[in-house]
Every structure is written in C-alpha cells, then in structure tokens.
C-alpha cells in the first residue's frame, strides 16, 4: 500500500467553494510582492559579503541539528522546523506556513487554479512538484529499489516508507492510546476513533464515515451491484474481498492460529479480534460511559444504546432493530426459513441459539460448540 507524503505543514484544506477567489488571487499577489521585497532587501544588506570566485563560501550551521547551509537567510527559514514559527499565514482559512512558498501552493487550493498540465493525460497540478512525481507514472520511471526485498519505487516518500515496514519503524504516535504507526496519514485515520470525526458523508442517506474508502464501500451497497458470486452456494457480494473471505467456509481453511490456546480462524481479523481476549485490549472507548470494548463493532452496537438508533428495518413488518442479526431472526418469522439442522434428528430453527438449546436434549450439555447451518 502506497502512502501520500505529509509534508512539514500539512497541505490539506477546506473546500474551494467556501473560499472567494478575488480575494484569493489579492493575496498571491500581495504575497509575490512581499517576497521580490524581502529579496531585494536581503541582496541590498548582504552585498558586502560577496566572495571573489576562488575563494570558499561562508556556512552557515545550524545550533539545533549541525545542517549547514551557504545562505544566512536559508538558515533562518531552516531554523522554523525547530522553532515550529509560521509567520505565513493564509488569510482565507488561518492555517499557517513557515515558507511563503508553500502558502502560494496553499492558495492554490483556495482558487481551484492547477496551472502545471502533464503533457500527456492533461491532468492539473497545483505545484510543478507534483507534476514531475506523476510524470513517473506515464515513464514507469522508478529509481528507487528496496535493498531488503528488490521492490522498487517512483517516488523517494514511498520507498522511505516501504523501508520502515523491515526496520519496524513506527515513529508516529497517537498521544491519546500511546499507539505507533508508520504513516502520519495511518496516524491521523486512527485518531478519528477517538475524536469521532467522520468528514466522509453518504448524499443519499446522510450516513457519515471516517474513511474514504468505507464511503465508497457503502456506496455500492445503495446500488444493489452484487457482482461477486459464489459458485458453491450462489452467494453474491459487493466486494471481491468478500467472496475470497466467504470461499474459506466452504475450503474450512484457518491458516491463522492462536499460539495461546491453540483456536484457528479463516480470517485475520477475526484472529485479531480473539488475540486481545487473551491479553485484555480494549481500546474502543464510548465517549458518553467510558465503557470499553474490544472491536469497534462493539461499541457501535453499545452506542446504539445512548442514541436509541434501529436502523434494522423489517421489510415486512414496522419492526425495526439495532442489530442485522437480530432482524435477520426475525424476519424468520415471516418468512418460515430455519436453517439451522439439527445432524441428529434433524429439527431445524431459525437461529442458532434456538440450535443450541435443543442440542442440550441430545448431549446433556449446556455449550455446544458444532452446529449445522445449511
């Protein structure tokens, strides 16, 4: 999985429509006035520092890191990734920069205005950078190679990245859970589980979600596109991934097994899930009780308590539940469908707990751990 480079400021920004571009366009040009001034100020004072061509240049070092650099003026503008000053700031939407070059680049957000076109799709870039790093994707240029595994990379921010995952590097962390990532944009996902931001929101039902990519996943359900079929039960699913994960009940494949009591899963999230009933984890935390809970499927299904929420509705009937489980029982009822059997007597049920009581006449136990769904 590819990541996008986090730049020291972050480059992300509200969306163009709420900007006014006069003012936007006012302000590149005030800013482009700005720095021909200071340049010409800084020409104007240093003038009396100009070397004669044999002889060597004055460093400049900084006092925080050793970097050195030929200019006094690069070394202040060096020193604000320590100080953490941005002088810069965009007067649309607040955010501050420590360059006046990557407030031009800001505001070109602000305007919409892309003025770098690759030659060959004609796709817009808001910077000249951006525009050599997606030319390497028409050139299939990729120069950097990966010593551990032979993977190569287009861009430098990828392999950097890609490196991390065999030195185990994960230098970004959550000051909430303690919790390391990778990626900063890993980092800022993961945050989104405590802060509860979801800026991704469905427009046909108003549904919100944390990812973009879980958006585009629920999209589809509204579509109704099953186009994943199983050829051994004639299941269909939205999503590849579903049918390879649904293709392990019928293999009964369990690659992943646990080392601390031996049970084996089909799928690595489940296997997850399981781990941390052994070492105690519950990091999904409801921020109205402070009740905690192992998946975030669990607190979903507990928050629905606060809010009173039973999106479940019975196609059928005015029922409606906070659980899917729970409606699909019921619509059982309608529809007279019990697909749980019996394998010794063969009296069928609608739900497996209705199974599993039943199965304390044959055995004498109250858990029991097969049972047969057709």
Do not use: W
């Not at 480059?11 to 003012?23: G, Y």
């Amino acid at each position: 999985m590819e990541f996008i480079k986090e730049e020291i400021e972050d480059m992300s920004d509200p969306e163009p429509s709420r900007i006014k571009h006069e003012d936007t366009e006012e302000q590149i040009d005030q800013l482009e006035v700005t720095e021909q001034r200071q340049k010409l100020n800084y020409v104007k004072k240093h003038c009396d520092f100009k070397t004669q061509g044999t002889k060597a240049k004055k460093l400049h070092s900084c006092s925080q890191c050793g970097k050195s650099l030929q200019k006094k003026v690069s070394l202040m503008i060096h020193m604000r990734i320590h100080t953490g000053e941005k002088p810069f700031t965009c007067t649309q939407c607040g955010k501050s920069f420590s360059q006046t070059s990557n407030l031009s680049k800001h505001l070109h957000i602000h305007s919409g205005e892309k003025p770098f076109k690759c030659d060959q799709c004609g796709k817009g870039f808001n910077s000249s950078s951006n525009l050599m790093q997606h030319l390497k994707v028409h050139s299939g240029e990729k120069p950097h190679l990966c010593s551990f595994c032979g993977k190569s990379f287009s861009r430098m921010d990828s392999f950097k990245l890609h490196q991390k995952i065999h030195t185990g590097v994960k230098d970004h962390v959550c000051c909430d859970c303690g919790k390391s990532f990778t990626a900063s944009c890993e980092l800022k996902r993961h945050q989104r589980v405590h802060t509860g931001e979801k800026p991704y929101t469905c427009t046909q039902c108003g549904k919100s979600f944390s990812r973009a990519s879980t958006l585009s996943v629920h999209l589809l359900r509204h579509s109704g596109n099953k186009t994943y079929n199983c050829d051994q039960c004639g299941k269909d699913f939205i999503l590849s991934s579903s049918l390879k994960e649904h293709m392990k009940v019928h293999s009964d494949e369990k690659p992943y097994v646990c080392s601390l009591c031996g049970k084996r899963f089909p799928r690595l999230k489940s296997f997850k899930q399981h781990q941390k009933t052994h070492n105690g984890v519950k990091d999904h935390v409801c921020c109205d009780c402070g009740k905690r809970f192992t998946t975030s499927e669990q607190l979903k299904q507990h928050q629905q308590m606060h809010t009173g929420e039973k999106p479940h509705k019975c196609s059928y009937c005015d029922k409606s539940f906070a659980r899917l489980g729970r409606l699909k029982s019921h619509e059982r009822i309608h529809t007279g469908e019990k697909p749980y059997i019996c394998t010794q007597c063969e009296k069928s049920f609608k739900d497996a707990t209705g199974l599993k009581r039943h199965m304390f006449i044959h055995t004498g136990k109250k858990t029991i751990s097969i049972c047969h769904q057709v």
